[in-house]
């Protein structure tokens, strides 16, 4: 019963906090200004109404806007409530609306945000003081933000008494459209990617061109750093049920297969459909899910250290050893959907993209090539999964099963620490910088190494009567991975390892310094690069230094993301092509402003949410190249090149 809970939990919690999050601030504010306040019955006036809107919300046209399919955005309205005393007279006089490609009616809308003054022409039917009678006119609108639309409401206004000239109606129009169009002067056309690019070749090849290349795609994607940790935890886990379940291995090992194949394929066109292409990415990146996970993890381990008897009450370890030992499918189905969701932002190249089509209308490709790319992308894990089975045939594989055991515990803690990490770094917190995430990783190499070395034992061990030749040599191995991460502790890259630790600055994602984002290794070299964190900001500079832009949409908890930033913007060969462009970071997986409106950019401008994706724009916008993550050092300099040659 409880890992059939654990999905639908996570995904009502997920849901909720994205519809909820401010649903009950207003965001809009109103103020009124009139041309007259005496009038006569049949008198002309004027009634300038002041739009406030929160920053990074918008609100449609006053003119109906219909797709081909006939559909459309909620049209913005103005009219008269107090009717005996008022009647429009005339269109309404507004500023030319900003203009964008949306995602979800497929056509350009027109939209308002910011302040702006709209201009109302009435006629007066009777005698009229506005200092003394109340004028009401109610506007209708629809609020949207980066991620949602709140529903369509009524906003009741009374016109105030205040006036001003109405000759200056036409200023006051000329000035509003200025300063709407200096606000959002990005190119309106989606730009294709690389990787949407060469997806969209393999489609034009037939359905099996497609499917070898998805199927190259996971293969390509078990590079990437973050299924590493998976590894581990998939031997530990299965090497615990395979004590119980000693002639279920091939079975085990192909229900997780499949259970890794379903996360991928359904949950991920699920929560698109629901919450659109980002929605699986956000769900992975969800701090709330990173900590059930980290959770889950820990629980893991105590089990593997044989304390659950001695920490939780005899009902409940009962029912946690038959859900992490039993015969039963679900544990094995939820360690499949959590494989999908610490591996997901890894596989955006690709399975992003699919999700970018589904959401578009398009499902027989998508499908095809999701089902392409999981199921290689999951094949090593059904062998991994099958080792612990094929282990506990060896002879004598009792007392140093258990050892194995321990010491994937100590792993489990580990990979924990990492999902603890995952949800500091979205909310914010502080409460993880990179020293303290090292120091417990060293610790629990520490005590590895000491009990390897049969310093203390856990419950289970069958007494250490003598040190073995290869006991040894593993607490060798894993005391020289210990103290190869205490360096790091004093800002001393740590290569691959990197990737999993908290970048530096990151209680503040608007910081623009040369080493946001880039941890303190290689600092003396970093800091030649200054990283902006605003778009306009780079855009104006770059306009005015007739240089390239240089983009890296990245994420507080892309693990590709920090891979590329210490191991590959660090050496002096990138530093020479940042230096002759304009550098921006920006951050989309923080559900909060600006990365809000970062991640709405690159999936309008770019039609992308891929992490990490490098875009080089000429000072005018217009695209020179772009690149996801690559381990081929020689193909992102060919593609820096790109820039240093406009």
């Known amino acids: 019963m409880t890992n059939r809970i654990i999905l639908p939990f996570l995904l009502v919690v997920f849901l909720l906090n994205t519809i909820n999050i401010n649903a009950d601030e207003p965001h809009i504010r109103f103020t009124t200004k009139t041309s007259k306040t005496e009038l006569k ?53 507004r500023p030319t609306p900003l203009k964008k ?42 609020l949207c933000d980066t991620v949602r639309c709140l529903p369509p409401e009524p906003y009741s206004i009374i016109v105030s008494s205040e006036t001003y000239s109405s000759e200056d109606n036409e200023s006051i129009i000329a000035a509003s459209t200025t300063n709407l169009e200096e606000s959002d002067n990005h190119n309106s056309e989606p730009i294709v990617t690389e990787s949407s690019s060469e997806i969209e070749k393999s489609k034009k090849k037939g359905v099996w061109s497609f499917l070898w290349f998805a199927m190259l795609a996971g293969a390509g994607a078990l590079l990437t750093p973050c299924v590493f940790p998976m590894v581990p935890i998939t031997v530990s886990f299965f090497t615990k049920r395979a004590e119980q379940s000693k002639a279920r291995g091939l079975r085990d090992s192909t229900i997780y297969a499949l259970g890794i194949i379903a996360t991928f394929t359904g949950i991920g066109f699920a929560l698109a459909a629901i919450l659109g292409p980002s929605g699986i990415r956000d769900f992975a990146a969800d701090g709330w899910v990173n900590l059930a996970i980290a959770a889950i993890f820990i629980i893991f381990a105590l089990n593997l250290f044989g304390a659950f008897e001695i920490q939780l009450p005899t009902g409940l370890m009962n029912r946690l050893n038959k859900k992490t030992e039993g015969a039963g499918i ?111 990783w060293i610790i629990c190499g520490i005590l590895i190494v000491v009990y390897l070395l049969g310093a203390f034992k856990m419950k289970m061990d069958s007494p250490l009567n003598n040190l073995g030749a290869l006991r040894i040599l593993w607490a060798i191995i894993f005391g020289s991975i210990t103290i190869y991460l205490i360096p790091g502790l004093f800002g001393k890259g740590l290569g691959e390892l990197d990737a999993f630790l908290p970048p530096k600055g990151y209680l503040n994602a608007n910081v623009s310094s040369a080493t946001a984002g880039s941890g303190n290794m290689f600092e003396e070299t970093v800091k030649k690069t200054v990283w902006l964190n605003n778009y306009d900001e780079a855009l104006a500079l770059a306009k005015k230094e007739n240089k390239p832009i240089f983009i890296d949409f990245t994420g507080w908890t892309c693990t590709n993301c920090r891979w590329m930033e210490s191991n590959v913007f660090p ?76």
């Open 571 to 646: 050496l002096p060969e990138v530093q020479k092509y940042f230096e002759g462009m304009i550098n921006v970071k920006l951050y989309t997986d923080r559900r909060e402003e600006p990365e809000l409106s970062n991640k709405e950019f690159q999936q309008t401008m770019f039609n992308s949410i891929e992490l990490p994706l490098y875009v080089i724009l000429t000072p005018d916008e217009k695209l020179v190249g772009t690149k996801a993550f690559t381990r081929d050092l020689q193909e992102f300099l060919d593609f820096l090149e790109k820039g240093a040659n406009l």
């Open 41 to 93: 019955s049949g008198d002309e006036f004027y009634v300038l109404v002041q739009f406030d809107i929160d920053d990074y919300w918008y609100t449609y046209d006053f003119v109906d806007q219909i797709s081909e399919e006939g559909i459309g955005p909620n049209t913005t309205e103005i009219v008269v409530l107090s009717n005996e005393l008022a009647a429009t007279n005339g269109d309404l006089l």
């Open 330 to 440: 679900g544990s094995i189905l939820a360690m499949g959907l959590v494989f999908s969701l610490t591996s997901f932002t890894c596989t955006v190249p690709f399975v992003g993209s699919a999700l970018i089509s589904a959401t578009g209308g398009e499902w027989f490709y998508p499908i095809i090539g999701m089902l392409g790319f999981s199921t290689v992308f999951a094949l090593p894990f059904f062998i991994f999964a099958l080792i612990p089975s094929a282990m506990n045939k060896l002879p004598k594989a009792g007392g140093w099963m258990n050892n194995v055991k321990v010491i994937m515990g100590f792993l489990e803690v580990a990979a924990a620490i990492k999902f603890i990490s995952n949800a500091d770094l979205v909310w914010g917190w502080g409460v993880m910088p990179r020293d303290f995430f090292l120091a417990i």
């Open 101 to 142: 490609f949306d995602e979800g009616f497929q056509m350009d809308v027109t939209y308002y945000k910011g302040t702006f003054d709209v201009i109302v022409p009435l006629k007066a039917l009777k005698d009229i003081s506005l200092a003394k009678d109340e004028l009401t006119l109610e506007v209708y609108l629809q």
